[in-house]
């Protein structure tokens, strides 16, 4: 089964600082690879996703993440974050045999002033 | 109304009592899902629905009994429950198990007293 790990459980940040959450997974099948970000008091919304093709993907509010092989990883960067970043953000891959997402267990992103 | 919601936002109830969680979605999407999300540990997928068949039961205790009656609709049924049942429950949908995007509603607060 495939399945991905976040290491930091929180990432406290100053605002305009850079940030880079950590996403590891482990497959040895073709990787589909997903973030999520969970605003408070809000369901999780896909924030971008890794299918084919170029290894850098991006969101429409400055995120990135870039899908590396060799590293079997899928970090998430901003160069400069906003107090309303603050969220938990989750990397995902689908389970075994579907495109039904396994979440990792979150990291919490805190942006402060 | 639009995209995924939830009734209600916040449940309080006892070990001894009946309830019922309601979802409803208004995207036209086919599969419905039930999640489970505790502090600090990953989302557990709990049920899933795809075109009103129940395709996925992950394990889950008898006293969480779901109910599919149209693809909008997705309640979960709870009776006799423990306090470790307190959590966030989320409610998602896709257009189908064969999608990778899930678009999740804001979640029940349940507290088990």
């Known amino acids: 089964a495939q399945s991905v790990t976040q290491l930091d459980s929180q990432v406290p940040v100053f605002e305009e600082a850079p940030v880079e959450l950590r996403c590891n997974y482990s497959?040895?099948?073709?990787?589909?690879l997903f973030w999520y970000v969970q605003y408070p008091n809000q369901g999780l919304q896909l924030l971008l996703k890794?299918?084919?093709?170029?290894?850098l993907v991006k969101s429409i509010n400055g995120f990135e993440a870039e899908f590396n092989k060799s590293q079997t990883s899928f970090h998430l960067r901003k160069p400069s974050v906003h107090i309303s970043d603050t969220a938990e953000y989750f990397c995902?891959?689908?389970?075994?045999?579907?495109?039904?997402?396994?979440f990792g267990r979150g990291t919490s992103l805190i942006v402060h002033p | 109304e639009t995209g995924v919601t939830q009734t209600p936002r916040h449940l309080v109830m006892g070990m001894t009592n009946k309830k019922s969680l309601k979802c409803e979605q208004h995207?036209?999407?086919?599969?419905m899902y039930w999640y489970k999300q505790s502090a600090k540990k990953p989302l557990e997928l709990m049920f899933v629905?795809?075109?009103?068949?129940?395709?996925e039961n992950n394990s889950v205790p008898s006293r969480f009994s779901p109910e599919c009656p149209n693809s909008s609709h997705l309640f979960l049924h709870l009776h006799t429950l423990q306090p470790e049942d307190s959590a966030l429950y989320l409610c998602?949908?896709?257009?189908?198990?064969?999608?990778?995007?899930?678009?999740f509603g804001p979640g029940t607060r349940l507290t088990v007293t």
């Open positions: 998602a949908s896709s257009q189908d198990t064969d999608s990778y995007e899930q678009y």
């Open positions: 497959s040895s099948v073709s990787v589909y």
């Open positions: 890794y299918l084919s093709g170029s290894t």
């Open positions: 995902a891959v689908p389970s075994g045999g579907s495109y039904i997402p396994t």
């Open positions: 995207l036209g999407h086919n599969a």
């Open positions: 629905y795809n075109f009103k068949e129940q395709t």
